[in-house]
């Protein structure tokens, strides 16, 4: 096989059903062409040293459901979660919000939001995994309401589709944000969510909703998705932005 000068990675774009699919593209010294995609959302594809880009380009466009296929399946996963730290001081999230933690003493569990402060009640002595319990069982007590505000504002958008209005249900889910059954279009959201801006929530109950028409993560879904949201993509960033 001959010999090519090494060449840097180059950073290339195809159009597949009007979305851009953005690839990193290397030239190696080897017969075939190889795909990966990688949980950070990334795709890289090498390709035989001296094969034409458009080639390639022609080859990505080719595999381009696989490669959506991959990187809807890594979207859906979240990344391991650190343990959170539950001291006085230590941040929390509520509502988009960074808060800082302050202890206080009381007859019973509560919680309360006071300027930038996440106030939490409960009898002595103090403990992060009792800590822990009141502020999430306070999560998902809030839940329920903010869902539901939440659906008022998204259901709109999908007037004329002819689909069942979604049942919400609060689930703790580790790996996702939320899940969708649509033949008893109940949609499932994780109480974490609450933790997020409304217009993160809003991304991932449209998202679970659009599951509604297309069951998959299909170009057809990502096409209604992208109608009713134009700019969901950065609405994800945002909410994997939220510390963990």
Same mark, same amino acid.
């Not at 939320?178 to 933790?195: E, F, K, Q, Y």
């Given at each position: 096989?001959?010999?090519?000068?090494?060449?840097a990675?180059?950073?290339?774009?195809?159009?597949?059903?009007?979305?851009?699919?953005?690839?990193?593209?290397?030239?190696?010294?080897?017969?075939?062409?190889?795909?990966?995609?990688?949980?950070?959302?990334?795709?890289?594809?090498?390709?035989?040293?001296?094969?034409?880009?458009?080639?390639?380009?022609a080859?990505?466009?080719?595999?381009?459901?696989?490669?959506?296929?991959?990187?809807?399946?890594?979207?859906?996963?979240?990344?391991?979660?650190?343990?959170?730290?539950y001291?006085?001081?230590?941040s929390? /999230?509520?509502?988009? #919000?960074?808060? $800082?933690?302050? %202890? +206080?003493?009381?007859? *019973?569990? @509560?919680v &309360?939001?006071?300027?930038?402060?996440?106030?939490?009640?409960?009898?002595?002595? /103090?403990?992060?995994? #009792?800590?822990? $319990?009141?502020? %999430? +069982?306070?999560?998902? *007590?809030? @839940?329920? &309401?903010?869902?539901?505000?939440?659906?008022?504002?998204?259901?709109?958008?999908?007037?004329?589709?002819?689909?069942?209005?979604?049942?919400?249900?609060?689930?703790?889910? *580790?790996?996702?944000?939320?899940?969708?059954?649509?033949?008893?279009?109940?949609?499932?959201?994780?109480?974490?969510?609450?933790?997020?801006?409304?217009?993160?929530?809003?991304?991932?109950?449209?998202?679970?909703?659009?599951?509604?028409k297309?069951?998959?993560?299909?170009?057809?879904?990502?096409?209604?998705?992208?109608?009713?949201?134009?700019?969901?993509?950065?609405?994800?960033?945002?909410?994997?932005?939220?510390?963990?």
């Amino acid at each position: 096989m001959p010999r090519f000068p090494a060449v840097a990675p180059r950073h290339e774009t195809v159009f597949h059903q009007g979305q851009p699919l953005n690839y990193t593209l290397v030239f190696r010294a080897r017969r075939t062409i190889g795909f990966a995609v990688r949980p950070d959302g990334s795709v890289h594809v090498s390709a035989p040293a001296g094969v034409p880009a458009d080639w390639v380009a022609a080859q990505v466009l080719k595999r381009a459901d696989w490669i959506r296929q991959h990187l809807a399946d890594f979207a859906r996963r979240t990344p391991p979660v650190p343990a959170r730290r539950y001291h006085a001081g230590s941040s929390h /999230h509520y509502l988009g #919000r960074p808060l $800082a933690l302050r %202890l +206080a003493e009381g007859p *019973r569990p @509560a919680v &309360a939001v006071a300027g930038n402060e996440l106030v939490i009640t409960y009898p002595a002595p /103090h403990a992060p995994a #009792r800590t822990e $319990a009141v502020l %999430l +069982a306070w999560y998902a *007590r809030q @839940a329920p &309401a903010l869902f539901a505000e939440s659906l008022a504002r998204v259901w709109p958008a999908f007037e004329g589709l002819n689909l069942p209005r979604p049942t919400l249900f609060v689930r703790h889910m *580790r790996t996702r944000w939320g899940s969708c059954t649509p033949t008893t279009a109940r949609i499932r959201l994780t109480p974490d969510l609450v933790r997020a801006t409304p217009g993160c929530l809003d991304y991932v109950l449209l998202h679970e909703c659009c599951h509604l028409k297309v069951p998959d993560h299909s170009p057809a879904f990502y096409a209604l998705q992208s109608r009713l949201l134009p700019d969901w993509e950065l609405w994800k960033q945002r909410l994997n932005a939220l510390p963990k």
